[in-house]
């Protein structure tokens, strides 16, 4: 028989978070979420270590317990269990399907253990909950704010989290609007948002660091990711992005910055060797907490799919995102702010981290195309474009 949720009962929360950028961004509504379910628990957020730079100020979190290494391990989970019992937490809240955080949170002996029943996890937990059948046609926000809606109808008989199990449809105003105004008035909610904060010293710190590099801010600066650390397949060629940064020099009188971690400097070198007019290298120099403030401060980011264009959108920066072998569907950056440039064969999105053939839906994206997305991006954000 599961355990009853009693709201008085639950002081102190820990939310199991997610392991890359993107979807630690993707999961900000639901943890927004859970703060007004559960205004006077005190929240920590279990994570990497990396993730103090995207959540650093976060009103909706009380503290961090950084996972330490790569998570996997005898090692990595002793430490966690042994961490989790010492907090004595009254509920865990499992954001990602994996096995193992459920087993953490059995071990550590949480009372109780919420989280889609995924991956075999089922019983390690006292609430596990079906995957919706929408899942695969709405934006993975909606996956992550399902588990605090059945928490919150557990705790309470309903619940006012935005709903995931409406008709599915692109995002930002491709379904109709009477649909989407019901399904919003449904809610009792506002949309879900995944802005994060970034503080006026951060903004400035990273102001200064750009005037270190010889980048002013009379002209538009932009930021480039040419890499992807856990797909090759999401990359667009490095040709591609020196031709996209050479017209963005020229055309639009726009700086240019490189950035990614340093597992990405290897492509960023070869970008920057292809390009007429040197872009400003910043690429594995900057933590997470200094990209998240440069693209603060930058006019836009250009970039494959992957983390950093999750991390423009919640600092409400436009961002121009090129889609190959995923769905954008689904993981696209949350906002309205995001252009996505595609070309997709018969064969995409195949979710492949290697093209086993020719990588067509990546070289079928000329640079020209990007460019005109980037330029009407710069535009609708007010940054002044030469044609």
């Not at 989290?161 to 995002?171: I, K, S």
């Amino acid at each position: 028989m599961k355990r009853a949720f009693k709201p008085e009962e639950i002081e102190r929360v820990v939310v199991r978070g997610a392991n890359w950028v993107g979807d630690a961004v993707m999961t900000v509504p639901a943890l927004r979420e859970l703060r007004r379910v559960l205004p006077g628990a005190r929240v920590t957020l279990a994570t990497r270590a990396w993730a103090e730079g995207v959540f650093d100020g976060a009103d909706f979190l009380d503290d961090l317990l950084v996972v330490g290494g790569d998570g996997r391990g005898v090692g990595s989970f002793v430490r966690q269990v042994s961490a989790w019992r010492a907090r004595r937490f009254d509920l865990a809240v499992l954001l990602p399907n994996a096995f193992a955080p459920a087993l953490v949170a059995f071990a550590a002996r949480v009372p109780l253990r919420v989280g889609h029943a995924t991956d075999g996890r089922a019983p390690l937990l006292t609430h596990p909950l079906a995957v919706p059948g929408w899942r695969g046609k709405r934006h993975e926000v909606f996956y992550y704010l399902n588990v605090v809606a059945e928490l919150e109808r557990a705790l309470y008989g309903s619940t006012s989290v935005p709903p995931g199990d409406d008709a599915p449809g692109e995002l930002f105003g491709t379904r109709p609007a009477a649909l989407r105004g019901a399904a919003r008035a449904a809610s009792r909610a506002p949309a879900p948002s995944t802005d994060v904060v970034v503080s006026a010293e951060r903004r400035e710190a990273a102001r200064g660091l750009l005037r270190s590099r010889g980048v002013g801010f009379e002209h538009p600066v932009v930021a480039l990711c040419p890499g992807s650390t856990n797909s090759r397949a999401k990359r667009w060629p490095a040709e591609r992005f020196a031709a996209l940064a050479d017209l963005l020099a020229e055309r639009a009188g726009a700086q240019v910055l490189l950035i990614g971690s340093r597992e990405e400097l290897e492509v960023s070198e070869a970008v920057s060797r292809l390009t007429r007019r040197r872009p400003v290298m910043l690429t594995g120099q900057t933590d997470l907490a200094q990209t998240v403030a440069l693209l603060s401060v930058a006019d836009l980011l250009v970039t494959n799919d992957t983390g950093p264009a999750h991390l423009a959108a919640a600092v409400a920066r436009p961002v121009v995102v090129i889609f190959g072998p995923t769905d954008p569907t689904t993981t696209r950056p949350f906002t309205p702010l995001a252009e996505l440039v595609r070309e997709p064969p018969a064969c995409a999105p195949c979710m492949l981290r290697d093209c086993p053939i020719d990588h067509r839906c990546m070289t079928a994206v000329t640079p020209e195309a990007v460019y005109a997305r980037a330029a009407r991006a710069l535009e609708r954000f007010g940054a002044e474009v030469a044609r």
